[in-house]
């Protein structure tokens, strides 16, 4: 496992760079661990899909902040969603954690989760939080101090890493920027964007 020093150095870099070594680490939110067989980078100020794109809120300031801290947010108002900031301070770039498999706490998982199958108590962004607990309230927690807690372990194979382009996006969709284990049955479905519809125009 990555001393902490070495991870901070690690997650200081590119979210390119980033976005592939965190597959197979493991998130770890008091009884519940998750194993990230999914993620997708988001780069700032040169990237469309970017929450930062734009400008500096209060909404993204911790992107702005040091690398290793958790960025949360609502996603269409009902849904948590978390990211590992990476990049030097400044940079405000991201990598979406996307979905994982559960390596620890089962049943708190479930419980949290309803019926849902082993396969899907993390598959997308959303569930993931939900199966680990995370709120909005973990937004800026430091991963390496917790409680919610990063673990980096050996890097997965290149050769078992697939990628393409990131789920839902309007801003530059194309992109290959999600990352996902090869054959991983945990990963999320794929889907573009819904087309915006022009005024006046029959939906």
Avoid at 62 to 88: D, Q, R
């Amino acid at each position: 496992m990555a001393a902490s020093a070495e991870l901070r150095d690690l997650l200081a870099g590119s979210p390119l760079d980033v976005a592939p070594r965190l597959l197979g680490a493991v998130v770890r939110h008091g009884e519940v661990a998750v194993r990230l067989t999914e993620v997708e980078a988001y780069a700032g100020a040169d990237d469309p899909g970017s929450h930062a794109y734009r400008s500096r809120t209060p909404r993204n300031e911790v992107m702005f902040g040091p690398a290793g801290h958790l960025y949360t947010y609502f996603s269409y108002g009902m849904h948590v969603c978390a990211n590992v900031v990476t990049g030097l301070p400044g940079t405000a770039s991201a990598v979406l954690l996307r979905a994982g498999e559960i390596v620890e706490g089962h049943d708190v998982a479930r419980s949290r989760r309803g019926s849902s199958t082993e396969r899907d108590l993390a598959r997308g962004p959303a569930r993931l939080c939900q199966a680990l607990g995370i709120t909005l309230e973990h937004g800026g927690v430091d991963l390496l101090a917790g409680p919610v807690l990063l673990e980096l372990d050996e890097p997965t194979a290149a050769g078992a890493v697939s990628t393409g382009p990131r789920v839902g996006l309007r801003g530059a969709p194309d992109r290959p920027w999600r990352f996902w284990i090869t054959g991983e049955s945990t990963v999320s479905a794929y889907r573009p964007a819904k087309r915006l519809t022009p005024p006046n125009q029959p939906r």
